[in-house]
């Protein structure tokens, strides 16, 4: 996971966003159909700190997303010759054709991604991962592997599940993977700037939907890398400690009381879930004008000049231990055939039963 590896920057041939193939949504006939489109619509969490953020980072972040997990490698190498595997939420298909013998279809909602995809030739497209654009039975197997945690409402975390149910034939299989709350190093989690159920409840629109603030304003959140491809060991010994950090931030609201970000209380920070997770963009990878100097403009990114990086908030809601479970048995027409913690996440497989 530590590998040096570089990549080379998009080309000119690189198709624009307009450019990408976006099919219209399918609606699934047994859907109730108020319940569904209200599911349906995005949070405005989601747009501002999981879209908008993979699209500013979407060339970095590819160049850091190589190593394929065993455990999934394992699962599409297991599948029948042949066979139609869906990856939903495929960032920059570094699972798409692993296995020579199968054929591969990839989505994702950011379309940098989906480009990226694309210049590999790869067969994507953008779409939603609550909104799948593929009629029902149409692959053999899908997968979702760290998607789920990027939805901000259980509602859209269960509709998600459902659409990768419905996309696969019957007795086709479904893999999930999850971050958990549970990580094998406990430290990382202190790490994460963690979202204040009073911030949760006093800032929460509808189901899932934190309120967001005035573009204009930025909130200077002092956060620190998570240990990915991403971050060095230097960096790693340069970051600040949970301790070092303000126990409170000042949000701009009418008077101008601080909400406390994340909590002192030992029994709230256990039953954490909701998180703000850093990226961290070298200056040298971020652009001089364009999405990232927009971003620190209206206050959705920051500078970190001690760092050399611009910095993105991305939102996950961490799963605790058997949440996953919970959430899929709620699903009609499926079962589930395996289930493991693995590299600090939940994963289980489902097996579809009936149409």
Known sequence: MKEEHIDEPLGSSAISPEELPVLPPIVAGNVKKGSSSKVQVTPEIEKKYVHRVYDAIAPHFSSTRFAKWPKVQAFLNSLPSGSLILD??????????????????????????????????????????VNLPYRTGYGDAAISIAVLHHLSSESRRKKAVEELVRIVKTGGLVL???????????????????????????????????RTRSPTSSIALESIPETEETVSGEQLKHSSSADE???????????????????TNKKSSLCQQ???????LPYHRAEVSGASSNAVANGFARKDDKKGAVVYDRYYHVFSEGELERVVSDVEGAIIVDRFYDKSNWCIILEKTSS
């Open 88 to 129: 939903a939420g495929c960032g920059n298909g570094k699972y798409l054709g692993l296995n020579p013998n199968c054929y591969f279809v990839g989505c994702d909602i950011s379309a940098p991604l989906i480009n990226i995809c694309s210049d590999k030739g790869h067969e994507v497209l953008v779409a939603d991962a």
């Open 245 to 263: 950090r303000s126990n409170e931030i000042k949000l701009p609201n009418s008077s101008n009381e601080p909400f406390p970000l994340y909590s």
């Open 274 to 280: 909701e998180y703000f997770v850093p990226w961290h």
């Open 176 to 210: 999930i993977t999850v971050w958990a709350r549970e990580q094998e190093d406990n430290s990382l989690v202190n790490k994460w700037t963690p979202l204040t159920q009073k911030y949760l409840e006093e800032e929460w629109i509808g189901p899932g939907s934190p």
